[in-house]
């Protein structure tokens, strides 16, 4: 309870009133502070989000309803590659933790070698070429399936998010901002 007290008297102190303020105050102390940091007149929207959870508590207090508990964030986890030694790390190449060009090499050097070895029995330099030339197809046809196999499964993962149209938007302008004020920090840094 007095880690909720806490959080509650700076949110008081963030928004300039005395605890126990009423509605109405809290709400013209939300207007007044949001002229500042709301992302239309370029402030963070996280901070305006923050703002506005801020707000929701006090009215919650306000109103005598209970609080909840801020949430607690989940910690991250990432995958740890499996480890592998021997045959494992010949085959590798399949479950995508290998370049696509081992893969393309893989399989295209037999077919080089093969026809390579055909030219020599059969004495043909045409046959040379034509082996050199089927091995660079089936390199860039392999190389190229592979390559889009694999960013299916890589778009098609549960785990992968995908942003609405109104997300990028939120997050070019966010980034247009961000580096605005990095030149504008910059000129200022150069002036002084």
Same mark, same amino acid.
């Given at each position: 309870? =007095? *880690?909720?007290?806490?959080?509650?008297?700076?949110?008081?102190?963030?928004?300039?009133?005395?605890?126990?303020?009423?509605?109405?105050?809290?709400?013209?102390?939300?207007?007044?502070?949001?002229?500042?940091?709301?992302? #239309?007149? *370029?402030?963070?929207?996280?901070?305006? #989000?923050?703002?506005?959870?801020?707000?929701?508590?006090?009215?919650?207090?306000?109103?005598?309803?209970?609080?909840?508990?801020?949430?607690?964030?989940? &910690?991250?986890?990432? &995958?740890? &590659? &499996?480890?592998?030694? !021997?045959?494992?790390?010949?085959? %590798?190449?399949?479950? /995508?933790?290998? +370049?696509?060009?081992?893969? /393309?090499?893989?399989? %295209?050097? +037999?077919?080089?070698?093969? !026809?390579?070895?055909? %030219?020599?029995?059969?004495? #043909?330099?045409?046959?040379?070429? /034509? =082996?050199?030339?089927?091995?660079?197809?089936?390199?860039?046809?392999?190389?190229?399936?592979?390559?889009? !196999?694999?960013?299916?499964?890589?778009?098609?993962? +549960?785990?992968?998010?995908?942003?609405? %149209?109104?997300?990028?938007?939120?997050?070019?302008?966010?980034?247009?901002? #961000?580096?605005?004020?990095?030149?504008?920090?910059?000129?200022?840094?150069?002036?002084?």
């Amino acid at each position: 309870m =007095s *880690g909720q007290t806490t959080t509650l008297s700076r949110e008081y102190q963030r928004f300039e009133l005395h605890p126990g303020a009423s509605e109405e105050e809290i709400n013209a102390s939300f207007r007044r502070l949001s002229k500042r940091v709301h992302p #239309d007149v *370029g402030g963070s929207p996280e901070l305006f #989000d923050e703002l506005r959870a801020s707000r929701e508590r006090l009215l919650r207090a306000a109103r005598g309803e209970a609080l909840e508990p801020p949430p607690v964030p989940e &910690p991250v986890r990432r &995958p740890q &590659p &499996p480890e592998r030694n !021997g045959l494992a790390d010949l085959l %590798a190449v399949f479950d /995508g933790s290998q +370049p696509v060009w081992v893969l /393309g090499t893989i399989v %295209a050097l +037999p077919v080089v070698i093969l !026809g390579g070895l055909a %030219a020599v029995i059969r004495l #043909d330099r045409s046959l040379i070429a /034509g =082996s050199l030339v089927a091995g660079l197809a089936v390199f860039v046809l392999v190389c190229v399936a592979v390559g889009v !196999g694999r960013q299916h499964k890589v778009n098609t993962r +549960p785990e992968v998010i995908y942003r609405s %149209a109104e997300e990028v938007v939120r997050l070019r302008a966010q980034r247009i901002r #961000d580096e605005n004020r990095r030149r504008a920090a910059e000129r200022a840094s150069r002036a002084g």
